[in-house]
């Protein structure tokens, strides 16, 4: 179990690729562990390998805090509807924007032992999929932003 550094806005690792997961050793359930640990420090619904230095496709998810979603290899399979909301990400900190995505997806991965599943999600959960896998491809959400970055103001910050 251990903390790790998130990468930020400007560091190229966030705008590479990432590799298929082809078996998960020892290191990469220790590289699972870390990246919930590291999400539920920092009070984030999602996080992508990439996010912890690592171009391996596997995120993490956590829209309702007691929720723990592990997808490996994730691909959207299918998406419906359209939601426009706030959206923010752990490597763009103290900042959020409007972003329009759809508001059903399906989509399948891997489990840790590298078993597949299908899962669905609206709203929150669709947004965060889609944003997650959005990383394993080299993008972020500024990308997608609707108008002007906005600060958080402390006042919205649950903790
Ligand atoms: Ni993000």
Do not use: W
Request: proline letters at 5%; charged letters at 30%; one cysteine or more.
């Amino acid at each position: 179990m251990a903390i790790r550094e998130i990468r930020e806005m400007g560091d190229n690792i966030l705008n590479t690729v990432c590799k298929e997961v082809k078996e998960v050793t020892p290191r990469t359930k220790d590289l699972i562990d870390d990246m919930f640990d590291t999400m539920y420090e920092a009070n984030g619904v999602g996080l992508a390998a990439p996010q912890v230095g690592i171009l391996k496709r596997i995120v993490v998810i956590d829209v309702t805090g007691e929720d723990p979603i592990l997808m490996i290899n994730p691909k959207i399979l299918e998406t419906s509807g359209e939601q426009t909301g706030q959206e923010g990400c752990l490597s763009v900190p103290g900042k959020s924007g409007l972003v329009t995505r759809p508001n059903y997806v399906k989509a399948l991965a891997y489990n840790e032992n590298m078993e597949p599943f299908e899962i669905e999600g609206t709203e929150l959960l669709a947004r965060a999929i889609l944003h997650e896998v959005d990383h394993l491809d080299g993008h972020l959400y500024v990308e997608k932003v609707e108008g002007p970055l906005m600060d958080v103001t402390d006042l919205e910050e649950e903790d």
